[in-house]
C-alpha cells in the first residue's frame, strides 16, 4: 500500500533501544533534543552519529527532527542521516497556509 513505519521521537520516552529490533519499522526519527547541541557538543554528536549508525546497519532510515540551522545539518550530512525537517527548512505553518503552498507547488 506504500505505507511506511516511523519510530517518533527515538530516544525518548516509550522509544527505547530494543524497539528497532522488534517493531516493523522503516525508519527512526531523531528527537530533537539530541540535535540541538550539534554541532558543538561532542556528546550530542556522539548520540546522533550511533543513532545514525545503528539504524543503517539495521536498514532503516533516519530523520532528524528540529533541524534550526546549517551547522547542524552540515553535520547530519556528514552522519549520512537520510533526512531531516525543522525551522532550516520551514516554520510551522497553518493547514490553510500549507494547502496554499501545495497549491503553489502543483501549478
Known amino acids: 500500500a506504500g505505507l511506511r513505519i516511523a519510530l517518533d521521537d527515538f530516544g525518548t520516552g516509550y522509544s527505547a533501544l530494543g524497539l528497532l529490533s522488534k517493531l516493523p519499522l522503516d525508519l527512526v526519527k531523531i528527537d530533537r533534543s539530541f540535535i540541538t ?4 557538543d561532542a556528546s550530542s554528536t556522539l548520540l546522533v552519529d550511533c ?3 545503528l539504524a543503517s546497519a539495521l536498514k532503516l532510515l533516519t530523520v532528524a527532527e528540529g533541524v534550526e540551522s546549517q551547522a547542524q545539518l552540515d553535520a547530519l550530512r556528514a552522519m549520512k542521516c537520510s533526512g531531516w525537517q525543522g525551522h532550516l527548512c520551514s516554520p510551522a505553518v497553518t493547514p490553510q497556509a500549507l494547502e496554499e503552498l501545495v497549491r ?3 501549478r
Open 37 to 40: 547541541g550539534l554541532p558543538d
Open 51 to 53: 543513532i545514525v549508525r
Open 104 to 106: 503553489a507547488i502543483a
